[in-house]
Nanobody, 118 residues
Framework: QVQLVESGGGLVQAGGSLRLSCAAS????????MAWYRQAPGKQRDLVAS???????TYEDSVKDRLTISRDNAKNTMYLQMNNLKPEDTAVYYC????????????WGQGTQVTVSS
């Protein structure tokens, strides 16, 4: 079954930067729209940013101009460059495909914790 492995999280001060990575175990990665999601304590998992198989990104308004999503289809890997981090960005970050009609999420990975101190 598909495995997703997120990495790159950590503890940073407000205004700092992190780069998250997501490695997928399947070459089907290359034909899927992929996305980053985050879940803060006590809250639901929300979409943060997504990227088409061809590399066209979309962002939620709360992260626009601070986060950059990218992918390397040759490596089955996706990235999230996070700049000017804010305390409200604190969450566990997950990657997965963005399901379309007739498809489901792949099994979720363990996520990577991002903690931003004020």
């Amino acid at each position: 079954q598909v495995q997703l492995v997120e990495s790159g999280g950590g503890l940073v001060q407000a205004g700092g930067s992190l780069r998250l990575s997501c490695a997928a175990s399947t070459s089907a990665f290359r034909i899927n729209r992929m996305a980053w999601y985050r879940q803060a304590p006590g809250k639901q998992r929300d979409l943060v940013a997504s990227i088409s198989h061809g590399g066209i990104p979309t962002y939620e308004d709360s992260v626009k101009d601070r986060l950059t999503i990218s992918r390397d289809n040759a490596k089955n890997t996706m990235y999230l460059q996070m700049n000017n981090l804010k305390p409200e960005d604190t969450a566990v970050y997950y990657c997965n495909r963005q399901p379309t009609v007739g498809s489901l999420f792949w099994p979720w990975g363990q996520g990577t914790q991002v903690t931003v101190s004020s």
